[in-house]
């Protein structure tokens, strides 16, 4: 039985699809946190997990005090 997405899975596989499609490209940054929030209607905590994957796949990278940008990709 296929287990359904937790909503960071949804947010991460949302972003992972704004940059497979070019929609973001490198160097672009990612709304705020504030944006993400009301845009998906979710918490800080669902940012966090999906940011942390995101970074973890080297998809984006983030500058503390200034925002989360798509990274080069290799």
Excluded at 7 to 31: T, V, Y
Aim: proline letters at 4%; zero cysteines; glycine letters at 10%.
């Amino acid at each position: 039985m296929l287990v359904p997405a937790t909503k960071w899975e949804k947010l991460a596989d949302h972003i992972r699809e704004q940059i497979r499609s070019g929609a973001l490209k490198p160097g672009d940054q990612l709304p705020s946190t504030a944006q993400l929030k009301a845009e998906h209607n979710v918490g800080d905590g669902v940012i966090r997990y999906a940011m942390h994957a995101l970074r973890t796949e080297g998809l984006v990278e983030s500058t503390h005090g200034v925002g989360v940008f798509v990274a080069e990709q290799k």
